[in-house]
């Protein structure tokens, strides 16, 4: 059972338009929320996180959305570009019990076209 | 800069053999992590170490073992390839605990099982 959903497998999108990629999570019990960004044959990278007690965080041209009562997070890259063309990572985690085991999606692919 | 490195980028492999996959990292983390990732599968834990000696079973540890004897080192071995085991192996640290933001991941052992 995912507890951490990336619904859309892929986004195409227009260079200098807004990406919006989405994240779902199951657990109530997640109060750490991050972005990776992965490209073929690397490792992924750490992009943007969030905590809980926020609902938003900001770093240049990539914004995070926490809605918690819906479970969902967002992520936002405006303006795409074509070097953001990737696979993103959504990670959720909780800190209660001792855990810090990252919970990872499924990932969205990108694709900025120029 | 973190830095985590995997001894190959690419590796092929027979079935039945026993295969090493190893990962280096020199930010003196505690916590080390093997992922693999298949397409529309994500990242997968295999296992993780959160100390010299110490281990603990992922979501699929089915197939793998590891060993760290010393805390830079961070081993994966296929005791007996199989091809369900071509995948990309993904390699991660991070420092102890729930203060810590992010994982720092390698750039990917490419496995074929032939």
């Known amino acids: 059972d995912q507890q951490v959903k990336q619904n859309s497998p892929s986004l195409s999108v227009q260079e200098g338009r807004i990406s919006i990629l989405n994240c779902d999570y199951t657990?109530?019990?997640?109060?750490?929320f991050l972005w990776y960004k992965k490209y073929p044959a690397e490792g992924p990278t750490f992009l943007i996180s969030?905590?809980?007690?926020?609902d938003k965080n900001e770093d240049g041209r990539f914004t995070v959305f926490l809605n918690k009562s819906a479970k969902h997070l967002s992520l936002h890259i405006v303006p795409s570009q074509p070097g953001d063309s990737a696979v993103y990572f959504c990670a959720a985690r909780s800190s209660s019990g001792g855990s810090y085991i990252p919970t990872f999606g499924r990932g969205t692919s990108l694709i900025v076209h120029p | 800069d973190v830095k985590v490195t995997q001894s190959s980028r690419y590796l092929v492999k027979r079935t039945g053999e026993k295969v090493f996959l190893e990962c280096v990292q020199d930010m003196d983390h505690e916590n080390m992590f093997w992922y693999r990732q298949d397409p529309g599968l994500g990242l997968r834990l295999i296992y993780f170490?959160?100390?010299?000696?110490?281990?603990e079973k992922g979501d699929i540890p089915e197939g793998y073992s590891v060993s760290r004897e010393k805390k830079e080192r961070f081993s994966l071995i296929l005791e007996s390839a199989s091809t369900n085991q071509t995948s990309m192996y993904l390699c991660?640290?991070?420092?102890?605990?729930?203060?810590?933001?992010?994982?720092?991941f390698g750039p990917g052992t490419r496995l074929t099982v032939l």
């Open positions: 991660a640290s991070s420092p102890p605990g729930v203060s810590y933001n992010e994982q720092f």
């Open positions: 657990n109530s019990m997640f109060d750490y």
């Open positions: 969030i905590s809980s007690i926020k």
């Open positions: 170490s959160y100390d010299v000696k110490m281990k």
